[in-house]
T-cell receptor
Framework: EDQVTQSPEALRLQEGESSSLNCSYT??????LFWYRQDPGKGPEFLFT???AGEEKEKERLKATLTKKESFLHITAPKPEDSATYLC???????????FGIGTKLQVIP | SQTIHQWPATLVQPVGSPLSLECTVE??????LYWYRQAAGRGLQLLFY??????ISSEVPQNLSASRPQDRQFILSSKKLLLSDSGFYLC???????????FGPGTRLTVL
């Protein structure tokens, strides 16, 4: 069974203080790893899909990287509007099932 | 562009009452459709998925059911709600053949 573990559970940063969120996964044949952003009371918003080790994707202050065992979401010079819960998810095999982690709640303080 | 709608946005229901949540997708055809439940401190739990009209697969046995009467419409139902059915219900879609799922705004259900 696929498993996703995200750390830390919560992270508090000063505005401009760069950091990384971790997503460790266990799957039998990774098809894709996903990052989403979720604001309170709203549905997850898609950020990135990564398919193979070594792949990187960027969007504004966010950069996602992938290895064979984990993924990192790097946040460079965060702003208060980056405050949200960031979810990591994986899919494997030939089946449309996505396994989600619990998420990292990020708070960026002005 | 594609848009996914869910309603209602919030719902408060007594124990034992029926439930009907609706999800529709615009701007695409033949999507895969999904119902998830998100509880506080827990990851998203897949409840049902559908690859076509009338085709429903259940992931978790419970007192909920799902139906897909039209290509871009997905309905989550219950005949009698339990307290444990409270949560944030999310509908999602993908294009089938790709894996990236896109989520709707969600429905907050409180069962009292």
């Amino acid at each position: 069974e696929d498993q996703v573990t995200q750390s830390p559970e919560a992270l508090r940063l000063q505005e401009g203080e760069s950091s990384s969120l971790n997503c460790s996964y266990t799957v039998s044949g990774l098809r894709g790893l996903f990052w989403y952003r979720q604001d309170p009371g709203k549905g997850p918003e898609f950020l990135f899909t990564l398919y193979s080790a070594g792949e990187e994707k960027e969007k504004e202050r966010l950069k996602a990287t992938l290895t064979k065992k984990e993924s990192f979401l790097h946040i460079t010079a965060p702003k208060p509007e980056d405050s949200a819960t960031y979810l990591c998810a994986v899919t494997s095999g030939g089946y449309q099932k996505v396994t989600f982690g619990i998420g990292t709640k990020l708070q960026v303080i002005p | 562009s594609q848009t996914i709608h869910q309603w209602p946005a919030t719902l408060v229901q007594p124990v034992g009452s029926p439930l009907s949540l609706e999800c529709t997708v615009e701007g695409t055809s033949n999507p895969n459709l999904y119902w998830y439940r998100q509880a506080a401190g827990r990851g998203l739990q897949l409840l049902f998925y559908s690859v076509g009209i009338g085709q429903i697969s259940s992931e978790v046995p419970q007192n909920l059911s799902a139906s897909r009467p039209q290509d871009r419409q997905f309905i989550l139902s219950s005949k009698k709600l339990l307290l444990s059915d409270s949560g944030f219900y999310l509908c999602a879609w993908d294009r089938g053949g790709t894996d990236t799922q896109y989520f709707g705004p969600g429905t907050r259900l409180t069962v009292l």
